[in-house]
């Protein structure tokens, strides 16, 4: 059991299925070491050269499942661990990849529960690549709209659009997937603390659910620049480049903004021009701002933008039942499954 201090302080990350491991493996090297990690997964190889501080088995065969659905049902096999796992934290944030089997379909278990435990949880999700084909992206859809009911802040990435940002065409396929996961664990790592610090009080969260119950999504986006007009820049490049396309900052209920500089360095004129910029861009978004500082920024400042409330539906398309059993676990990156 945590002390009580741990349970007023305690912010528990958790990594689902393959890529969500990897996703936490990349979150923990650059995230604040009073961050718990854990990471989960239903077949235990999958979980032998993780980094968390802890691990744990989504079910209890430890075996491969090849869908969505089984791996939800083995969740709800562990539920009750589950809820001795969750509770106590302030906040919980779900990292995982969707599209395959256990991650899209334990996830929505876990946030479920960190619901019935009354504690706000953010979800940070990356959809699959382009190449792994329309069944997948539907697979991930579908795990979207269910794991939307649970979640206080649902921010969707795009793995593509993370890959564009690597601005790298001769990776190799482990190198592309590596750089693709540094790319969303710095979102992860920065969107956390754009919450932390813009909702200091912790449960204000659910003012992100809309009328309709959910938060819709959330896109991400940041960038930096320096020297001269700094400030008004790096927010522009912000508000147009958000880490997953067909959604725009301009539909935001909610704009949350993080400011970055080296200490002393920010301005209150440049806190008031990003913020110009950004209520230009999200006109009718309530728009809340945060500060932070960073000394390795040295004169760089960051402007990151969370838009919350957005909608973006994905192609429906008729799933037939087989041909997701069917696809080879973990390709095309088998490697990275042990890492
Ligand atoms: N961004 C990112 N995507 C990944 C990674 N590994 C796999 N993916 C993609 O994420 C989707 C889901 O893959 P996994 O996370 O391995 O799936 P899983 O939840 O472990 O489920 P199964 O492998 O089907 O048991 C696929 O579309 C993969 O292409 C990763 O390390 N990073
Ligand atoms: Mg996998």
């Known amino acids: 059991m945590p002390s009580a201090t741990e349970q007023k302080t305690a912010i528990r990350a958790i ?50 499942i090849s869908r969505a659905s089984g791996a939800r049902v083995n969740a709800e096999h562990v539920q009750s661990d589950l809820r001795q796992i969750l509770s106590g934290s302030q906040l919980v944030l779900l990292l995982s990849a969707f599209g395959g089997a256990v991650g899209t379909g334990a996830s929505p278990v ?43 802040l649902l921010v969707v990435l795009s793995s593509d659009t993370a890959m564009d940002m690597l601005g790298n065409e001769d990776l190799n396929m482990d190198e592309t997937v590596t750089g693709v996961n540094e790319v969303i664990a710095f979102a992860a790592a920065e969107a956390l603390k754009l919450v932390v610090a813009a909702a200091p009080s912790g449960p204000g969260y659910s003012r992100f659910h809309s009328t309709t119950g959910t938060a819709g999504i959330a896109l991400f986006s940041t960038a930096q620049a320096g020297g001269f007009g700094r400030a008004k820049i790096a927010a522009e490049q912000a508000v147009v480049c958000p880490l997953l396309e067909g959604v725009a900052l301009a539909e935001a209920q909610h704009a949350l903004v993080l400011i970055t500089t080296a200490p002393g360095s920010l301005t209150n004129t440049e806190s008031k021009l990003v913020m110009d910029v950004i209520r230009q861009a999200a ?14 920024l040295a004169e760089q400042i960051r402007v990151t933008v969370l838009g919350v409330g957005l909608k973006r539906t994905w192609e429906p398309i008729d799933c037939p039942p087989h041909s997701v059993a069917k696809r080879l676990p973990d390709a095309p990156f088998p490697s990275l499954a042990m890492q």
């Open 110 to 152: 876990i946030a479920r529960t960190a619901k019935e435990l009354g504690i706000p949880t953010i979800a940070l999700i990356s959809m699959p690549f382009n190449w792994d084909g329309s069944i997948t992206q539907a697979v991930a859809a579908a795990g979207l709209e269910l794991l939307s009911k649970s979640v206080d």
């Open 15 to 64: 990594g689902i299925g393959g890529g969500g491991v990897n996703l936490l493996t990349a979150f923990r090297v650059r995230a604040s070491p009073e961050i718990e990690c854990i990471a989960m997964h239903s077949v235990s190889d999958a979980l032998k050269n993780s980094n968390a501080h802890k691990t744990f088995l989504l079910g209890v065969s430890g075996e491969r």
């Open 283 to 296: 006109p009718n978004a309530q728009c809340t701002f945060a500060t932070a500082t960073d000394p390795l």
